[in-house]
């Protein structure tokens, strides 16, 4: 009756051997999801941010540097026993505070119990501090740090840009996928344009956790932890105190200085007016801090030297004599007279050649040059004429880096505008048009628009007697000590360089015996500049500007200067170029009484 | 002068199983509390490998004194040892100390044992002496009635204690009243009920389980003998069936208990709370799982080490091996039990008389319920119930538990032969 029972059981014991076997080799040699699972469980990444590139300035001062920070990141499935009095008392904040940020975090879209979540960000050093020792008692909660920018002055603040916490959009856009949420990046200046060298690369830090969430040590002594590697640092042209003395005197004015190193393209300095303080856009109080700063009605956030589109008034004759001499429409001695019956003119001038020309920035001796350029009376057609030598004439000035964004280090540069025939086209919607249509291109009005950065290379390109490096701010990058490759490049122009010689000689007699002579002349030094004054609408007064370089063999400077609604260009803007030149070659000022008036800032009291 | 000659008949085959698994379970115990920051030694007593090193060389004590004894007292001493038993589980509710949400300890000094560890063997003698009386018969009623009565007293008593899964132990001496002749009606029952238990709660909806049924029911009276006998009882049988699955649900959340429903729900889905009921089985199965093939190492494993398995030591000890271990680690070890398991119902069935071979299947039987049931829950394939791995679960009881029913196997073989010449 009993026969085979004995053989059942036999059966079933090895039966239920070999299931278990069996399901064991599923989830173990099958299954690689609990072996990930084992791993998140027990296996904690800690990112090791690296430290962010120094900038410092061409003496080697530095400029940006880095402080530390801290940020409490939460893994919610970690948390236990959550003693929520304690955590308020240990982190300073308030019942309400935490519960509002417990809401937020758990609204956030990406939010996952299984993720490191950013709880609280930018606690200083004195709040690590306080912190720290309670940390174990918060299972779960994990402080991580890192470095957030620190500025050593509040100078050239637009210039350097700011650094802050990675957007959703970017993050987004992000084709690398080299960053994290909650990763900083640079904005915009420098830090965004060299954001590649500065970042550094990101570590990783693998840590075994027990089931408390609490830090058992590292795993297999570190094997797989990669260190953090330093961003590399920049050496930028800037000299930070000339820079420092441009925003001096800059202050209360609208406009921009730059200064540049003829022989490398290097600014010296890059002073937008007005400006606002680096360090409020860092450490924890960015976001208001932002909110204010890019509210205010003064526009602080845009950079002028670049992004600021102006007409660039009578410092455009340099650029329009030496097209002509180069087109052969005139030669040096050239004698136009002063005929005020089309353009308006100034000073006691009849008669005067190309220098004297230049010197006194005579209006109607530029119209006569223009129209000698634009009607070559190449063929009979006026219409046709002016459009051959408008393409002429376009194509030697964009020669000087005039109409194209010239490509230097900052993001956002404008382009400017030198009209072409097909500009004229759409402007004129079709309709026919001659010299006598576009004429004040002669006296740099009109449809003309350069960006001061523009100006400043053209000083440059006079100064170095027909070619321009592109301007630039970074010098030196980490351990190559090079600039990046497009800035060794030699740009030159579709004009002679003799013809440079005779613009030179224009421009110092300006400063010796012309417009510019009252305040851009150094005692020690021959200075070659050219005014411009540039029409504004009434009551508004016109805008000022001056270009320069000097001194006039072996240039070491060459600036441009632009102060809005200040008037005559001989009066604000040389005054300010001349003291930055004297400034810079010297090391000092001596003029205090020049100093005096660019500060005092009263520039149409003085008819002149 | 046998006596003499005891250690020559003991089956060391089965000393040797035990031995081995005695040891690996020391080993896995020290693995599942080891801290290499501290770095205490395996002998260190704060440590459970410590305490478990001192349950293993008071378990050679109680070797010694089982093979010591007259073979005889087992017998005649069966009732009364099953006796005390169950005074000691009566008084558990009045003296009892409660550990881990169950009241089944008695505190003796600064050690606390649990009186149910010590149950299984001694029903298994009762269950033995019982079945071995003569004139017994297992076709008669009023037998099987005492029988179920002998079984049921330490279930009831146990239940009380509220620890459900040692309980459950002692359904397995069905077993070995279906291998001493029981009709093999009930076990099938009793299989199909259980069945049909598991079916309705992973069926979502319990009118597809009843549609099938009554397809079924057709089917087998339309293709059948049209026999009006046999139609009624198919009829009742699948009204019977239909019955069972409306009661699960009701069974379930009514009947058991919150944590008991939780472990159910939880070998149906674990994923559904991982945080909560389902933690136990998921920890298991990612501890087990994350093994490979062979294992982490000894020492070497994560989640045993930082305890994201709870009772490691005790009911989840399979872990270790799977997760420091890996595949082969669990072949060897389902081998060892595998092997001891045959090696038992061979001793039974070479023993000459029916109180050795019901006793020897009782220890098998329960040997079985404990392997099957904890490494099964371990990875996911039985509800979690609180019942120790056989010689590799921490635990002086359990340890001795299991030890005495082995040994007085042991015991009862060796003296095989002197049986047949008494009888």
Known sequence: MNEGRKELFQLIIVVTGIIFLVKLFFIQIIDTRYAQLADSNAILRQPEYPVRGLITDRNGKLIVYNTPEYKLEVLLKDVKNFDSVKFCKVFAMSPEDLRKRFKEMKARKEFSPYKPTLFLDQLSTIDFARIQ???????????????????????????????????????????????????????????????????????????????????????????????????????????????????????????????????TGEIMALVSGPSYDPNLLTGREYSSNFRLISSDSNKPLFNRPLMAQYRPGSIFKIAQAMTALQEGVITPDTRIRCDRTIIMCH????????????????????????????????????????????????????????????????????????????????????????????????????ENLVVPIQMANFAATVANKGYYYTPHLVKAIGDDKKPLDQYLEKHYTTIDSAYFRIAADAMQEVVEA??????????????????????????????????????????????????????????????????????????????????????????????? | MREDNISGSLDWTTIGLYAAMVFLGWLNIYAVGYDENVGHSIFTLSLNSGRQLMFIAASVVIIFGIVILDMRFYDAFAYIIYGVILLALLAIPFIGKEVGGNKAWIGIGSFGGQPSELAKFATALAVAKYIGSVGFRMDNLRNQAVLFAIIGAPMMLILLQRDAGTAMVFSCFMVVFFREGMSPFLMIVGFCAAAIFILTLLVPNQWYLHGAIAIALVMLIAFGKKKVKRMVLLTLGAI?????????????????????????????????????????????????????????????????????????????????????????????????????????????????????????????SIFFFHFAVNIGMTIGLFPVIGIPLPFFSYGGSSLWGFTILLFILLKIDAHRGQLLQRV
């Not at chain 1, 965004?192 to 840590?207: D, I, M, N, S, V």
């Not at chain 1, 540069?413 to 291109?441: C, H, M, Q, V």
């Not at chain 1, 030094?525 to 320069?548: W, Y």
């Not at chain 2, 990612?286 to 490979?292: D, E, F, K, P, W």
């Open chain 1, 133 to 263: 020792d309670y940390l174990d008692e918060f299972p779960g909660f994990y402080v991580l740090a890192r470095t957030t920018r620190a500025y050593t002055s509040p100078a050239l603040a637009n210039a350097l840009g700011y650094v802050s916490e990675i957007s959703k959009r970017q993050l987004e856009d992000d084709k690398t996928r080299i960053y994290k949420q909650g990763d900083y990046i640079g904005q915009s200046g420098i830090e965004a344009f060299y954001e590649e060298q500065l970042r550094g690369t990101r570590g990783t830090r693998f840590k075994l956790r027990n089931v408390k969430g609490i830090i058992q040590g590292s795993v297999e002594n570190g094997k797989y932890d990669t260190l953090s590697i330093p961003g590399q640092d920049l050496v930028t042209g800037i000299d930070l105190n000339l820079q420092l003395y441009g925003e001096f005197l800059m202050r209360g004015k609208a406009g921009s200085i730059v200064a540049l190193e003829p022989a």
């Open chain 1, 347 to 446: 000073g006691a001038h009849s008669n005067e050649d190309l220098r004297g020309a230049i010197a006194n920035s005579c209006n109607p001796y530029f119209h006569s040059v223009l129209r000698r350029m634009l009607n070559k009376g190449k063929v009979n057609d006026p219409y046709q004429d002016t459009r051959i030598g408008l393409e002429e004439w376009n194509h030697h000035i964009m020669s000087f880096g005039f109409g194209k964004p010239l490509g230097i280090d900052l993001p956002n540069e404008k382009s400017g505008l030198i009209p072409s025939p097909t500009y004229y086209d759409g402007a004129y919607r079709g309709k026919p048009w001659k010299f006598s249509n576009i004429y004040s291109l002669a006296i740099g009005e009109g």
């Open chain 1, 514 to 608: 012309g417009t510019g002579q009252y305040r851009a002349r150094l005692a020690d030094v021959v200075v070659c500049g050219k005014t411009g004054t540039v029409e504004n609408n009434p009551p508004l007064f016109d805008h000022s500007v001056f270009i320069a370089f000097a001194p006039r063999e072996n240039p070491r400077i060459a600036i441009s200067v632009y102060v809005e609604d200040a008037g005559q260009g001989g009066r604000a803007a040389a005054s300010i170029a001349s003291l930055m030149i004297e400034k810079y070659l010297f090391g000092q000022t001596k003029r205090p009484w020049i100093e005096q008036y660019v500060l005092i800032g009263n520039f149409e009291d003085v008819k002149n």
């Open chain 2, 240 to 364: 019977l069936v239909m019955g069972v699955i409306e009661s699960v649900d009701y069974v379930i959340t009514d009947v058991l208990k919150p944590h008991q429903q939780n472990r159910i729900k939880a070998l149906i889905n674990p994923d559904a709370d991982p945080l909560g009921y389902g933690w136990n089985v998921t920890q298991s199965k990612i501890a087990i799982g994350s093994g490979g093939i062979s294992g982490k190492g000894f020492l070497q494993g994560t989640q045993t080490k930082f305890d994201f398995v709870p009772e490691q030591s005790t009911d989840f000890i399979f872990c270790t091996i799977g997760e420091e271990e890996g595949w082969l680690g669990s072949v060897a070890i389902i081998a060892l039990f595998t092997t001891l398991l045959l090696r038992i119902i061979y001793l039974a069935e070479r023993q000459k008389n029916r109180f050795a071979r019901v006793y020897a299947y009782g220890v098998g």
